[in-house]
């Protein structure tokens, strides 16, 4: 075959197969996190980021339960203000990425002192695992343990986390304001916050 058939025939076999994603090289693809053995049946956001308008906005999400750390915590103890809810588990690599993003944006809030709080909810660790995971990396907010990755505080969500990570902006009614499908960015998620944090309460 000459050489120049074969680079094209190439080209179209790897692009049919980049369609199925067999061909991908990005680890977050569905098809690499399949075949990545702890990561079976992980699927990622692609960063799609989605902002509700207040006529937009579905009912309060009402989330409880114990944290890692053996503690508790309730959005009922947070009326009135921002909340910031992370979905991630220690065994996603987009989870590990974003955690830095998560903790700075959290800090800021904090400095700032605006009407904001952030809780994670760690996804089929276990609580010591995910604990260990949050102090080696200086997170400073609490986690709620789903260590079962499909309990009661990933059934409080409504079905809008249906990737890992997602991240959900509640208003101060508890309402979803806004949504990010994959990690995020310091300034994406501060920019969503503030729109929030912006609003008539």
Known sequence: MPRASGVLLAGALCAVALFIGACSNDANSVAAQAKAGDNKGYVAGDGTVEQLSLEQRATPISLSGATVDGGSWSSADHTGKVVVVNVWGAWCPPCV??????QQVSAAMTSAGK????VGIDLRD????????L???????????DSVGKGQPMLALQ???PATPTTL???RQGRVAARILGPTTVTTLTALIDDV???QA
């Open 97 to 102: 990425e974003e955690t830095p993003t998560l």
């Open 115 to 118: 009407p904001v709080t952030f």
């Open 126 to 133: 276990s609580p010591a695992t995910a604990l260990a995971f």
């Open 135 to 145: 102090k080696a990396n200086g997170v400073t907010y609490p986690s709620i343990s």
């Open 159 to 161: 079905g809008r986390a």
């Open 169 to 171: 902006v509640l208003d």
């Open 197 to 199: 944090v912006a609003e």
